[in-house]
């Protein structure tokens, strides 16, 4: 397990010593959202029987685990590949599963220290209730596991800093922001419906929002079965391509 400790270590070490970078700046964009969009629509919109403050918190903190996981492990590995750095990871005796676990483990710290350091500037914002903690760390842990995972994919998928951008513009962005961070869904027209039951990211955020609120858009049972087999799913493909050494072992 030194070959694994190592890697975990290097990787979280990496986006540590430029916290302000990758913490303090996604905390002061989830703040910038909640005073555009929580003083604008406060008092005016309630959701679940809560004030609006107290459901777009919840939604801004998840946003910020999903989209911060996500970008450390595809990050690191893009990194890695253009620097040329990636063969001393390559080199030594390192297990696939040690390569996964490392690569995302540090990208659910990453995910889950922004995602707290939201929740501390912005707690002050609403009175919020905790209706089932259990379920918040369960969902926020499993979250956080699966953009890292996913980050991972790219990370070895992507072999520009082009690809890479264009998976987080077009796919992680949207998909974030259409998962109802700042709405809920049965708001929208039936056909919006639709649609977003087959974003996963939704289940994801409504599943840590009832952790908080008690309240939800789907029941959360269903969203932790959907949220455990696409996690499933996606280390499945991980694992698959870090064995084979897929665009790794050029």
């Known amino acids: 397990m030194i070959g694994f400790r190592t890697l975990l270590y290097k990787e979280v070490l990496r986006f540590w010593k430029v916290a302000t970078q990758t913490i303090t700046a996604p905390i002061m964009t989830a703040m910038m959202y ?3 969009f929580g003083q604008a629509l406060e008092g005016h919109v ?3 029987g809560v004030t609006y403050m107290a459901f777009l918190i919840p939604g801004l903190v998840m946003m910020s685990v999903l989209q911060n996981a996500f970008a450390n492990a ?6 890695s590949k253009i620097t ?3 063969v001393f990871i390559m080199l030594p005796p390192l297990s696939h599963w040690e390569m996964f676990f490392a690569y995302v483990l540090a990208a659910v710290v990453r995910g889950l220290a922004v995602g707290l350091g939201v929740f501390v500037v912005t707690a002050w914002f609403a009175h919020l209730s905790f209706s089932a903690p259990l379920w918040i760390a369960l969902f926020a842990l499993m979250s956080a596991f699966v953009l890292g ?7 070895i998928w992507a072999e520009k800093f082009d690809q890479l951008a ?3 513009n077009f796919v992680i962005v949207p998909a974030t922001f259409l998962s109802g961070v700042f709405y809920s869904i049965n708001s929208l027209p ?3 419906q639709t649609i977003s039951h087959f974003n996963p990211f939704f289940y994801m955020i409504d599943g840590f929002r009832y ?3 008690g309240q939800s858009d789907v029941d959360p049972v269903r969203s932790l079965v959907i949220v455990t087999i696409f996690l499933f799913a996606l280390t499945a493909v991980a694992m698959q391509m870090l064995r084979t050494g897929y665009k790794l072992r050029h």
Do not use: D, E, Y
């Not at 595809?74 to 990194?79: D, G, N, T, V």
């Not at 995972?149 to 990370?155: A, E, K, Q, R, Y």
């Open 211 to 213: 952790g908080f609120t």
């Open 84 to 86: 040329g750095n990636l």
């Open 166 to 168: 264009g998976f987080q």
């Open 149 to 155: 995972t996913m980050g991972l994919i790219v990370g």
């Open 74 to 79: 595809s990050s690191s590995l893009i990194q």
């Open 34 to 36: 909640l005073l555009i």
């Open 190 to 192: 039936p056909i919006w």
């Open 46 to 48: 309630k959701v679940h």
